[in-house]
């Protein structure tokens, strides 16, 4: 018989002590200047941890001008996005803000993620359980290492792309200065790529036409998708955009990819969930009018040709998640805070003598 796993299963355990922590705040929002002073300073003088800090958290002039926080700063490590690798210095995350910061924090690494602790200031968030009133207890209770963890799935994208350049100059093997030219073809194909953890959006762009791409599941080409566009998400994506385009809301813990057409043009096309582990590719339709854009939780926004690519599978790189109470407990209090789920007028019940009537 197959063992099937008990969401609250999961849990956070140190091989040894945690050390380091990266604090990951939300820029330009003044409501979290004061939070985050006192959680670096209780991380730093309670805690004995080393905290990294973005160096552009620190250039905000509430920061820069407040002398009691100087000699704090002074023990930050400090590093860049894009330029400085922290991958493997870090034990764990701290974020401050909305959801954002989590998916902001998923970006930084590509590889193994460290467990993630998200505080929501203000409106509770769908990833972002925990409240910062008493933020002391929660954090020594990481830190020692009692919390339940949710491991979110990310998505592994690989966009791969023809270089138009190159490939104008070189014909028949002769280059326009009368060079010939020996570089074999699959030279001028470009790939990158991506850990997503909400989803993966490919839409018709500045276009006035319908979208026109082909979606092939291992190999086999399963719909071609006229409309605004395609979503493919995790299960931590589908209370995102998906959410908003008719798709079920997944927990977290089911290992799942969701495909979700915006705006079908074809009214039989329904959102669809398949087996974690398929192997998706996106790729213009022969016959597309235009061409169509491709993003990565929002961000990376670009172009996608005839003879590009997009391929997309389970990641084995996913985002755990330290959770307030437990995996289920918090998903739904999510749900009940940012939807009001299931949020209505009850309906009164009869009175012995009105059931009669009814009949």
């Known amino acids: 018989t197959r063992h099937i796993q008990d969401p609250a299963s999961q849990l956070l355990t140190w091989n040894k002590p945690p050390k380091s922590v990266l604090v990951i705040k939300k820029v330009r929002d003044a409501s979290l200047l004061q939070p985050f002073k006192e959680l ?69 690494f590509q590889d193994s993620v460290p467990p993630v602790m998200a505080f929501h200031l203000g409106s509770l968030g769908f990833l972002t359980p925990f409240s910062f009133d008493n933020f002391q207890t929660q954090v020594t209770q990481v830190i020692e290492g009692n919390a339940a963890l949710v491991l979110r799935s990310r998505l592994k994208v690989k966009v791969a792309k023809e270089h138009k350049e190159k490939k104008s100059l070189v014909q028949n093997g002769v280059e326009e200065n ?50 605004d566009g395609v979503i493919v998400s995790t299960p931590t994506g589908s209370t995102a955009y998906a959410a908003a385009a008719g798709a079920s809301m997944i927990h977290p813990n089911v290992p799942a990819i969701m495909i979700t057409p915006i705006c079908p043009h074809s009214l039989s096309f ?14 213009l339709s022969p016959n597309a009018r235009n061409t169509a854009w491709v993003s990565f939780d929002g961000r990376k926004r670009q172009e996608i040709c005839h003879g590009d690519s997009i391929s997309i599978t389970t990641s084995c790189y996913p985002v755990p998640s330290i959770c307030f109470r437990d995996p289920v407990n918090d998903w739904f209090d999510s749900l009940a805070e940012c939807l009001h789920w299931n949020v209505r007028k009850k309906q009164n019940h009869f009175t012995g003598e009105e059931e009669e009537e009814e009949f």
């Open 40 to 108: 670096c300073v209780f991380l730093t003088e309670q805690k004995n941890m080393i905290v990294y800090v973005e160096k552009k958290v620190l250039e905000d002039p509430a920061i820069i001008n407040d002398e009691n926080f100087g000699p704090v700063k002074k023990k930050f490590c400090t590093f860049r996005e894009d330029f400085d690798d922290i991958s493997n210095q870090i034990d764990f995350i701290i974020c401050l803000g909305g959801d954002g910061t989590l998916l902001y924090a998923s970006s930084l």
């Open 178 to 227: 009368g060079l010939i030219v020996n570089k074999p073809e699959k030279e001028l194909i470009k790939q990158t790529k991506y850990q997503v953890l909400n989803e993966v959006v490919v839409d018709r762009g500045p276009s006035s036409y319908l979208s026109n791409v082909d979606v092939f599941l291992d190999g086999h080409l399963i719909t071609t998708v006229q409309g």
């Open 270 to 283: 329904r959102p669809i969930v398949v087996p974690a582990g398929v192997e998706l590719k996106i790729m």
